[in-house]
Every structure is written in C-alpha cells, then in structure tokens.
C-alpha cells in the first residue's frame, strides 16, 4: 500500500516498502504513474490526498479533497488507506469512505480501478473533480455526481472504458482547472507521467486552492 502524503512540499510515505519506485516510476506491465500536489499558499496543511495500491495486475487508486482547505480539511482525508485493500470494489470503497467521513468535514473523491492485463479502466466519483481518459488518440473528459461524501451527495457517476494498446488516465482536484485539452499541449500527452502532471499542476493549477493530480498510463 502506498500513500502520497500531500503537504507544502509534497512529501511522498510509502508504508511498507522503503522505495517509492514500487509505485511510481515504470512497471514491468507497462504502468508508468506520476504524482503532482501542493497546498494552497504552500501551507503546511493539504486537504488533497492520494492513496495508491498495486495489487497483482490491477492499480487501484483513491484521490480525494476535503472540504474547503487547511488543517480540518488534511484531517478529513487522512487515514482512509485501509479501504483500497479491504473492499472487494470501487463502489464499496467509496461507500466505506462515505461512512468514515461522517462527522468530518467532508470530502469530494474519486476512486479508480485499473485493470491492466484486462485492459480496462473503471472510474467513479462524487463531487467537484474532474477526470480525463485518452485511449489512443482521443481524450474523454469525465465529470461526476455532486455532492460531497460524509454529507449529502447523489449516487457516484461511473465511467467504465476497455482499451487498446495504450490508455493514459488523470484525475484531478478542482485546484486544477479544466478547460484545456490536448491541443493545449501538443505532445505533452505522449511523456511521462510525472512530465505530465508537473507541467499540468504548474501551469493549470489554481492559487486559491489546494491542487493535486494523479498520472497513469499503461501500453
């Protein structure tokens, strides 16, 4: 299990593997992975978070951001790892998420299975985040239901996609905006993850948040 533990300076804690390269770098499969997360005025505090899991030939994955930002937002988001393991989906892993949040804050999430000897990708969210699929050449932008978990939210959105040779996957808080796409970038979508998600949180990223993305490609 891995856990990229956002902060001022992104800090990266993985739990039980001292190194990160398990996770992020380039797998034998073919998964590559890239992380990019900063607080809102470098604060120390970081109410987005990411959680990664790689379990035999599958990557699960559960990036959230807690309500508003700050030191109750980092604390909503903390310590919901254990779900990526103990959950047999994505839908009940968000619903575990769900629960635990109540009497918190609050938190928008989306969580991500990937499937990657099957070569499907499933995707299900509740809350102002965004995410963008490219299989191939061609690039689908997903939004999700609204809401927020451990408050009042509508049934998670789910998004379900099999791909071919090569399939790139981002999922975004609302500190990243949206409106771009790939003609923004010419060749950006084509490197490395984490090239990716560097240029995308530096150049996209909003000042009046806290901002975070997650970068996977396999093929």
Known sequence: MSRFRPGGK???????????????GKHSSGLEIGLFS???????????????????DTLRWLHLDG????????????????HLSHCDTPTAVLA????????????????????????ALNILGVGDMH???????????????????GKEHNNPA??????????????CTDGIRRNWDVSNF???FHQH??????????IMGRISDDQSLCVASIG
Do not use: W
């Not at 995410?131 to 978990?149: C, R, T």
């Not at 990716?196 to 530096?202: D, E, F, V």
């Open 10 to 24: 992104s800090a990266y804690q993985q739990d039980s593997d001292p190194d990160p390269r398990t996770i992020i």
């Open 38 to 56: 900063r607080s809102l005025s470098d604060n120390r505090h970081n109410g987005d978070r990411i959680y990664l899991q790689k379990t035999g």
């Open 67 to 82: 309500l508003g930002h700050g030191e109750q937002a980092q604390t909503a988001t903390a310590n919901l790892a254990s």
């Open 96 to 119: 575990a998420v769900d629960r635990q949040l109540k009497g918190t804050r609050g938190a928008v999430a989306i969580i991500g299975e990937l499937g990657l000897a099957g070569k």
């Open 131 to 149: 995410a963008h699929v490219m299989d191939n050449e061609e690039m689908h932008n997903l939004s999700f239901a609204p809401g927020v978990l």
């Open 158 to 171: 789910q998004f379900r996609f099999a791909f071919g040779k090569r399939c790139l996957m981002i999922t």
């Open 186 to 188: 010419p060749g950006l």
């Open 193 to 202: 993850p984490q090239l990716i998600a560097y240029t995308l949180g530096n």
